[in-house]
């Protein structure tokens, strides 16, 4: 059976027994119909993850016993990376929240694009931010990280590019790239060739369906944005998230050579031997 993983925001790892919080009560009890002596793991989403055993339902409170702190090979990506996506179709967003915690991003942030056919505000909003929560705890548990994939929105690209200058300021070396179909030449690939390994944050961004308004690449291009092409093919939003993202972390991240480094201090060694 599969592991059934919740996220939990603070595990009291003093109290043996307490009850979870009531959303997550009712989740179990009414849609996961949870029994008494059923095992389950909590996350914190800051890294650690506990056993415990469910002891007792009782009209929309669950009651669990902590067994005990599991250790879990770390599985986060030393490359912070911030993914951008344009607002597209309700099931194509789920299905990128899905992929972003596997492929080991470390932040999502969805956005208004010109060409987006909606927008997301409000108790609209609240209710994607639930749904992709449990997407995204499902998804960790299925794939073992244990921290937790930040998810965020705003009304348009300008408002998702601010939001990233803070960082940007606080870190060097930081690659930042944005998704263009039909860019001659420029693969990421080629990329490396110029910015070499030391890459310590990447920031990249993927248009909606209806694909850049001339507006918004210039506006990546004047934030400091390069275009790469994900190849000679249109692919889809879903696909292009796994390509650049599967990409990057090849090329700088974690899956050269299936290296795992639980820190960034271990990670450039193991990088520079990727021999690309
Ligand atoms: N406009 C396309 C679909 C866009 S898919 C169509 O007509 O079907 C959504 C996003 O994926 C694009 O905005 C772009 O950021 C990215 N994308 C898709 N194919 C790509 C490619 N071959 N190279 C670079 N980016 C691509």
Redesign the pocket.
Known sequence: MTRRCFFVPEVASDTRVFDLPPRLSRQLEGVLRAKVGESIELLDGQGSVWACVVTGIRRGIVTVSLVGKLERPACESALPIVLGV?I?RSDTMDLVVRQAVEMGVLRLAFFR?LRSQYGLRGKTAEKKRERWSKIASEANCQCGRTKKLEIEIFDDLGHFLTSCEGEERATEHTLKV??????PGGGLKNLRSQTGPDIHRVLA????????DNVESSALIAAGFK???????????E???V??ISSIQLLWGDMDEGLFYASREEAPQARTQCKI
């Open positions: 344009g597209v694009a944005f998704a263009l179909e039909h860019e961004v993927l248009g909606p369906e209806g694909g850049w275009t790469v092409s994900l190849g000679p093919r249109t692919l889809r939003l696909t292009a998230a390509a650049l």
